[in-house]
């Protein structure tokens, strides 16, 4: 999610995706354009987020992994890893990582995990 202010009003949201796509370099993609209100702030208005992590679970890096996941080279317990998610399921107070907000005034420290999942991924390999 990105946002950006315009001098004028742009109801071509079509042409505005399809000229930001254009121009940007092609591992790069606008997936989808809308109008939002004059107060909406890409990091502070929304109201859930998703993260991924990789782990490259193996003795040697795949380099073509390198700038994506995170490389362990030990044995994983998939499993104990599942159990151990589930204590992440709920509201924590995260104060040891709070920020502070725009007004210069702490944020709330608490926030609440939905889901944790962690899914065994199948490598594969190009030759």
Known sequence: VAHFTTPFFFDQLESLHAGLNGVLPPDIRVREVAAVKTDFHARYSAL????????YNDAIMDPFQNLYAYHF??????????QAAKYFIGQHDFSAFITMSRGGL???PRREIFRFDVVKMVTFYLT
Not at 73 to 82: C, E, G, Q, S, T
């Open 106 to 108: 702490p944020t709330d």
């Open 48 to 55: 859930k987020k998703t993260y991924h992590y990789k782990i």
């Open 73 to 82: 080279a030990h044995k994983l317990n998939i499993d104990v890893m599942r």
